[in-house]
C-alpha cells in the first residue's frame, strides 16, 4: 500500500512505527494506535494488551479472525508465534510496575505541557478512562497517535486543555499526520513536518505554542 492509499488514520500509525524500539514490550491503545501494528516488521516489539496478551500481531485478514482472540477494544487481533496469555489483573501489574516500555495512545486535546486528554467529552456519555490512565503514569515513554484537528477543524493540540485531563503525567511524543512534536520541559518542540504539509499550515492548525 502506497501512502496516497493510505487513510489519514493509516498514515498516522505509520508515523508512529519508527518511534518504537526494537524489542521493546509496546501497548497499543485503541483506535489509531492499534494500527500500528500492522506497520511494525515483525520481531519488530513484543505488543501487550491489558485484557491479557503480550504477542499481538497485525490485524487479522479475511479468514483469519478467531472471536476468542480480541484486544481491549473488542476488536480481533491475531497472535505470533511465542505469544503468552494471562489475566487482566496480571496485564495491569505489567503497566504499573514499569515494565511496558512504550504505550501508545490517542487523544482528544493535547495542552502545550504534553498532557493529555483522552477518556470523556463535556455533555456525552461517560464509559470510562480504560487502561490510558495508568498506562500515562506507569509506561516509560508515552507517544500519542492522533489527527491533528478534531472532525470539526479545530486544533486538538492547545494552550489549555478544555476536556478532563487523562493524567498529569506528560506524555513524551505527539504524532499526527502533518507533523511531531517532542515535549520538552520547555514546552512542544517541532521536529518533523510530514511531506504534504508545510509549517505554515501547522501553525494555523495548531492552538498551542511551539518551537
Do not use: C
Amino acid at each position: 500500500m502506497t501512502v496516497q492509499q493510505m487513510t489519514v488514520q493509516q498514515r498516522i500509525a505509520a508515523r508512529v512505527a519508527p518511534h518504537i524500539p526494537r524489542g521493546a514490550v509496546v501497548n497499543l491503545g485503541i483506535g489509531i494506535p492499534t494500527l500500528v501494528a500492522d506497520h511494525l516488521p515483525a520481531g519488530t516489539a513484543h505488543l501487550q494488551t491489558e485484557n491479557g496478551l503480550l504477542g499481538v500481531g497485525p490485524t487479522p485478514g479475511p479468514g483469519e479472525i478467531d472471536p476468542d482472540l480480541v484486544h481491549a477494544g473488542k476488536l480481533p487481533v491475531t497472535a505470533r508465534p511465542g505469544a503468552s496469555y494471562f489475566a487482566s489483573s496480571a496485564s495491569f501489574g505489567m503497566i504499573r510496575g514499569g515494565h511496558v516500555e512504550v504505550a501508545v495512545l490517542g487523544a482528544l486535546q493535547i495542552d502545550a505541557r504534553g498532557r493529555i486528554a483522552n477518556w470523556a467529552l463535556p455533555g456525552k456519555p461517560v464509559l470510562g478512562v480504560g487502561g490510558a490512565m495508568d498506562l500515562l503514569v506507569g509506561a516509560r515513554t508515552v507517544i500519542v497517535a492522533t489527527t491533528h484537528t478534531a472532525k470539526d477543524g479545530t486544533p486538538k493540540i492547545v494552550a489549555d486543555a478544555t476536556f478532563p485531563l487523562t493524567a498529569q503525567r506528560p506524555v513524551d511524543l505527539v504524532v499526527t499526520e502533518a507533523a511531531t512534536f517532542a515535549v520538552t520541559p520547555g514546552g512542544l518542540e517541532l521536529v518533523d513536518i510530514a511531506d504534504d504539509h508545510d509549517l505554515a499550515w501547522i501553525r494555523t492548525h495548531t492552538a498551542a505554542p511551539f518551537r
